[in-house]
């Protein structure tokens, strides 16, 4: 291959570089992401803020509180029994048959404190879900409407912890680390949610 030819390609790859530069340089910022539009959501601070989530934890508490006053009723009764039964004379038939009760009344008691348990962790586990699902599916409409390409979950910093391991889970789950704030739809989110919920109570 000859000098002349060798000058030539070099001169041509030259030239197509410096196009190829200018061309880019002159292209606007959003062309170069055409078509792509993301957003960041806090579900947390969505969960805190959502008034349907603040209506279910009252029933919460307020199941709960049942299945206290339930569990405390059944523990005085079994007191004042044991106390009555104190008074009776030892090896009486009265007595015995105290006796038999208190310990029926101590099982049935156990078991329903069990039962008590079984349901409220239920109950919390099944409202958790339905409200994670509700703002899953606003976040799914809002983002086909808005024509969103993705949208992130992102949580906000807390890195106090005692222990080491807990630090570096924290860290480990951080999923966006800097955001904008024109990307972030929490609070759209949060106001459509909450505007929904109002509609179905005012019905």
Known sequence: MNKISIKYRILTILVCAIVSLITFNSMPQNVIAEGIKVGVVDINEIFDKYSRRTDLDQELKDIEAGFKKEIEDKKKEMIDLNEETQLLDLGSESRNSNIEILEKKNVELEGYAKFAENQLTKKYKNAFEVIYEEIINEVNSFGKEENYSVI?????????????????????????????????ITQTITERLNARYQQEKSE
């Open 152 to 184: 992130i979950k992102k949580e906000k910093p807390n890195l106090q912890s005692n222990q080491l391991s807990d630090l570096q889970f924290k860290i480990g789950i951080r999923t966006v680390l800097y955001n904008s704030s024109s990307i972030d």
